[in-house]
């Protein structure tokens, strides 16, 4: 594993659309004419620091899959514990608990909205009236179910499908307006000692 950086790609990484390149310039003229060292040690350097600067391109494009893969994992987890937790909380006829740190855990109503699904009947039709991108314009057809004239002129043509779309009851962490101070901080620390106090405690007696 390569730990420093080639004087060359350090320049490399430097250069923008935004300044002079001059100096890049300069110095890369200096390497070709460095007749101190074989042409092929020259070309290495310049091939190797160019492959350095795509490596880490690479390996920059990998990492921001794999973050945005893990992004994707979290917020999916964190929305299924909320929904657990306000499982919980309804199981239990509880609607509020107040924190230390935090002000509050509430929950929030389950919510439902009725969404109308277009199935096109007849997209050769539809196509002919006009709407149309590079197949049925779906976004123009809604539009014109809004309007009477709309309504009409695709009766044959389009189902109207009622969806409705259900969000479930989540938890929500509501923070304090104020900043907490050092002794809150404190209390909870010692809440969370004294529990694992008791807890070795209590192992201690069962060994014995």
Do not use: H, W
Not at 6 to 34: A, M, P
Not at 42 to 53: C, K, Q, V, W
Not at 156 to 177: D, G
């Amino acid at each position: 594993m390569k730990l420093v950086n080639y004087q060359l790609q350090n320049q490399i990484e430097y250069l923008s659309d935004d300044k002079s390149n001059n100096f890049f310039k300069e110095y890369l003229q200096g390497i070709l004419e460095d007749t101190s060292k074989p042409y092929y040690q020259r070309a290495d350097y310049i091939g190797l620091s160019l492959n350095e600067i795509k490596n880490k391109i690479d390996c920059l494009t990998s990492d921001i899959s794999e973050l945005q893969a893990l992004k994707k994992k979290l917020s999916n987890a964190l929305e299924i514990a909320k929904v657990q937790v306000a499982d919980i909380f309804i199981a239990n006829g509880i609607d509020r608990i107040d924190g230390n740190i935090i002000s509050s855990l509430t929950l929030t109503n389950s919510t439902s909205k009725t969404k109308d699904e277009i199935i096109i009947k007849n997209e050769e039709a539809l196509i002919n009236l006009g709407y149309v991108k590079f197949s049925v314009d779906i976004d123009a057809v809604e539009k014109a179910l809004l309007t009477k004239e709309g309504k009409k002129e695709l009766k044959n043509l389009v189902q109207i499908t009622p969806i409705t779309v259900t969000t479930p009851a989540k938890i929500k962490v509501n923070t304090k307006r104020a900043s907490v101070n050092n002794t809150q901080t404190v209390e909870t620390d010692e809440i969370l000692v004294i529990e694992q106090e008791i807890e070795d405690y209590k192992s201690e007696k069962l060994v014995a």
